[in-house]
């Protein structure tokens, strides 16, 4: 390979994209590098006609000449795989952040380039394959531990047949420079390394089968997991105006979620975001596992301003990260925030390309993208009979907030949960913003689905009979009907409602869950005697105030119970 | 490279072109028709065609233009000298002060990397209870005033210019009308903050070319005093103006429109602005707050939806005043928690029942007969609206948050109000509260401050 470089010659700039005509050959998609001044600005093959390249600079583009020199390098946008992902901070590119820092400082220099994983750490090796073994691609050849998990060290993902070990190292340390094992095929031997590489826009698939996502994913959010579940392997998706908490919610879920792995893709958002999960992580601690939550997460980040078709590439480098801690029979949940970002970018570059435009000047291949990327999450059994799930959860910027937008609707079709943020609820301060009425989920929730519906059938009467009173009045209205209006705004307000931001009420266990929403619907369904709405307003609100000093107490502690006991109090008074 | 053009192949709009060799994509040009010389950004090669967006605007270019290469990319003076200055939108002095050539730097450089961030800790405190107590600014924080024309919002930019502490103030002004920009210059002048100012002013009657270039040099200029460890406030004023300039290039350059004719990367631009808003490790920071008025009072309108996206948080001005509803400070959960236990929960407590009084409202207009409940709501709204939202309240957060407790005290009983236990406790006022007991009279009118 490395004895004849491919080149090219620059013929026209553009913004990010530039024409390069080629003077051998070039693959579509395949990596180049613009070789202009003393840089090396990396960049990406989008298109050829006849001979000519149409080339996404993955930087900023200033500087660049007709008549630069590019290189070929015959290789699809790939990520390095190994021990050491976890904790990780990178940009769209796998570039680590942090090094980058310690090289060029507060800004990001254009054309430096750092490799992913550090070659030089040694990992403690333990074999799990035996001399002679016949592996398929994806097969365990041993483990090395990575904080908590055993990173399984397999058989590169893209080798075809089965492959007979001929070598295997002892239980030992190594680092990703040095081979670890030997396997055969016809006659063809190889080394394998800890370390193997991946193109990002291809699904690993190295899995016997997909199954149907089944097992709720406990996220610790009532409205979510009570409501409106989202399953392991699962997709779902949290659209929502500015401002309506799309990022809290996110974070919330990134931290409070129970799986084993989380990655973060902030894609195209707000760089303070990611900062802050950047330094609130590592002292977070991750209750499951008594470890800092950082050990458990990866973060992608290309920010908004940071270069717009690695923006592009960010998506995949995330969701190729997740699959592979899936394959170790891992839990895994990503959360893209946001695919409308995403989505822009493509629309950028379809723009420059001069490609007819969609709806809104998105791309005609837009669905199907969306498509293509939800579909890479799913639950999965292994080879060896263990099971891992990527879930994939993605927030959707609409412009104006407005639902019937191309992003939105293409993602519709194809998740599983539609979770969506409501401008209304936000200027209410009912947090989280996820709208009772319009959302739907289609995985099972952690209570009973038909008590669900029961409340969800409050909720929705209430909701009505306050749509009536704004019309008709108060005074117009039945006290029956009224009560039903109470019973729906305390349903919302103790429990639908969630203080993310309390040690506490941030994160309620399904446990907890469980036991709160039999009490919620006991109360739903208690028959209230009234004389008049006054005196059933000021009932409700002190039974509301109880029950949000409930939520603020820890579970099943003393004080839990006692404010339980004023609950119950309160309810056996109106009853008798 | 020095070499000049003489052939101008094409005019059109703000764009011409020529045929030129070994051009670098972004740098600069001279355009030089008789006596008139502008500066050109090359913004497209194709070959051995090289397009250039005319600063001064393509009137009176002739064919036979001279086109002199500089082979460098836009530059802004770094020097000291720079502070009570004024410059229009591509450098040149608009005051009476001399051409600062010295210290140039690049503008438009590259992104602050995420992991040299640090999470912005402190409170700007503004004097307005609308800001302090329930959407609190935050220093590196990037915000802007949505507000329709007509509003007050440069007088308010100023306001909180004059009453921030910091060290630099930076002044962009894209499409301001000249009125505006004296309005500017004056109040620095009068507060004393003209020596610690720049501005970097594009009025309306200038070419448009120069309206894009103003964020970032005022941006460029900020970014050196914060990575030399000043706390900058950046005032852009009106960002929309900015994004109009953006369609205008856009669509002369025939990029295909995506949404109400502005370009597909609109948001792209913004935020690579917006996000210069920055705390540096060890250094100093960059705080930016904007002005982006709402064609025909539309939030959903491209420019201002955008910007909502990338900003953190908003502020609404509508009716003279920063409407509590949609006003938004992302960053106020950073702060205040660090000012005193009640700040949040009086926060959220006084918006949702300022939210329940509206509704209120517009029963009230519809000619239902109001309730107990109801006469509490518009009792509060009026006080509500009266201390806490009219832009003339000029009172610390402390003031603020003991004004909420005692609006709150005068108009509900305690457990109406839905605050914890706790607190109720310690803030709630002791002479103001009503009765203990719900009896149906009302008697906190005896309360007067």
Known sequence: MAEEQKTGTVSGVNGNMITVV???????????YVLTGDMRLKSEVIRVRDRVADLQVYEQSGG???????????????????????????????????????????FLQRGLYFPPLDMETKWEFTPTAEVGAELRAGETLGTVPEGIF????????????KWRVTEIAEKKEFSLKEHVATVEQNGEQRQVFMVQSWPVRVPISNYSKKMLPSETLVTQQRIVDTFFPVAKGGTFCTPGPFGAGKTVLQHAL??????????????????????????????????RTGRSLMDRTIIICNTSSMPVAAREASIYTSVTLAEYYRQMGLNVLLLADSTSRWAQALREMSGRLEEIPGEEAFPAYLESLIAGFYERAGLVRLYDGSTGSVTIGGAVSPAGGNFEEPVTQATLKVVG?????????????RFPAIDPLESWSKYPPIVERKKVRQASDILRRGNEINQMMKVVGEEGTPISDFVVHLKGELLDSVYLQQNTFDKVDGATSAERQQYCFEKIIQILHQEFQFENKDQARRFFNQLRQLLIDWNYEEFESDNFQQSEEKINQMLNGQES | MKKIHHRIIEISGNVISVDAENIAYNTLAEVTTGDQVSLAQVIRLEGKRVYLQVFAGSRGISTDSQVRFLGKPMQVTSSENILGRVFTGSGTPRDQGPHLRESMIDIGTPSVNPARRIIPSNMIRTGLPMIDVFNSLVESQKLPIFSSAGEPYNELLARIAMQAEVDIIMIGGMGLKHDDYIFFRDTLEEKGALTRSVMFIHTASDPVVECLLVPDMTLAVAENYAVNGKRVLVLLTDMTSFCDALKEIAITMEQIPSNRGYPGDLYSQLASRYEKAVDFEGAGSITILSVTTMPGDDVTHPVPDNTGYITEGQFYLTNQRIDPFGSLSRLKQLVNDKTRPDHRPIMDNMIRLYADYRETLEKRSMGFRMNEWDQKLLRYGGLFEERMMDLDVNINLEEALDQGWQTLAECFESSEVGLKSDLINNYWPQNGSNSQNSDDQTNGQDQTD
């Open chain 1, 417 to 429: 949960g539609f979770l969506g943020l409501s401008r209304d609820r936000a200027n209410a301060r």
């Open chain 1, 64 to 106: 660049i000449r007709v008549g630069d020199k590019v290189e070929f390098t015959d290789e699809l946008l790939s990520v390095q795989l190994g021990p050491g992902l976890l904790t990780k901070v990178y940009d769209g590119l796998q570039n680590p952040l942090a090094e980058l820092a310690e090289e060029s400082g507060f």
């Open chain 1, 254 to 287: 990134s931290q409070f979620s129970q799986v084993d792995v989380v990655v973060v893709a902030a894609c195209g958002e707000r760089a303070g975001e990611v900062v802050e999960i950047l330094r609130e992580y590592p002292e977070l601690e991750d209750p």
């Open chain 1, 150 to 161: 055993e990173h399984r060290i397999m058989l590169p993902f893209g080798w075809s047949g």
């Open chain 1, 22 to 32: 080629f003077d051998t050959q070039v693959v579509q998609n395949e990596v180049a």
